[in-house]
């Protein structure tokens, strides 16, 4: 019954060792249910607080390089095994674009990771994953890293 119910995952990557934990439970998550995966990787637009946390110092077209061949990578072990993965790479607010690709590929199930940033930035900025289970128009699962 679960697989009728997601047929297209999509996956919101940004890089981060969080992000590609989210991958990972996405790609397993996908090949259990036969569903279509979209990987989707968003540069973000640098903000004061980020740079000062050691985030967004490259340039766009440097951040879309490395999100391209992190992502290559990270789904070829999907594609070996048969699994059907799409891989994007947008520019702009992460939950904005998010929302916007899960809309547009009619996604049934959005995951992100979670870590934890600093307090102002937090305050400043908000989250991403907490906007997305407030405003995504389906489903968020939220990766959290911390197994122990």
Same mark, same amino acid.
């Given at each position: 019954?679960?697989?009728?119910?997601?047929?297209?995952?999509? $996956?919101?990557y940004d890089?981060?060792?969080?992000?590609?934990?989210?991958? +990972?439970?996405?790609?397993s998550?996908?090949?259990?249910?036969?569903?279509k995966?979209?990987? *989707?990787?968003v540069v973000?637009?640098?903000?004061?607080e980020?740079?000062a946390?050691?985030?967004?110092?490259?340039? $766009?077209r440097?951040?879309?390089?490395?999100l391209? &061949?992190? *992502?290559c990578?990270?789904?070829?072990?999907? &594609?070996k095994?048969?699994?059907?993965v799409?891989?994007e790479?947008f520019?702009?607010?992460?939950?904005?674009?998010?929302?916007q690709?899960?809309?547009?590929?009619?996604?049934?199930?959005? $995951? $992100?990771?979670?870590?934890d940033i600093?307090q102002?930035?937090?305050?400043?900025?908000g989250?991403?994953? &907490?906007?997305?289970?407030?405003?995504?128009?389906?489903?968020?699962?939220v990766?959290? +890293?911390?197994?122990g």
């Amino acid at each position: 019954m679960i697989g009728a119910i997601y047929k297209t995952l999509l $996956v919101g990557y940004d890089g981060t060792s969080e992000a590609e934990r989210a991958v +990972d439970v996405a790609i397993s998550l996908a090949q259990s249910l036969s569903a279509k995966l979209i990987v *989707l990787g968003v540069v973000a637009p640098s903000s004061a607080e980020s740079q000062a946390e050691g985030y967004g110092l490259e340039t $766009v077209r440097q951040a879309r390089a490395r999100l391209e &061949e992190r *992502l290559c990578h990270a789904v070829e072990a999907s &594609e070996k095994s048969g699994g059907q993965v799409v891989i994007e790479i947008f520019q702009g607010q992460p939950e904005q674009v998010i929302i916007q690709r899960a809309e547009e590929n009619s996604a049934d199930l959005v $995951v $992100v990771g979670r870590r934890d940033i600093a307090q102002v930035r937090h305050w400043l900025e908000g989250s991403t994953s &907490e906007s997305l289970v407030r405003h995504c128009p389906v489903s968020v699962l939220v990766v959290h +890293d911390d197994f122990g």
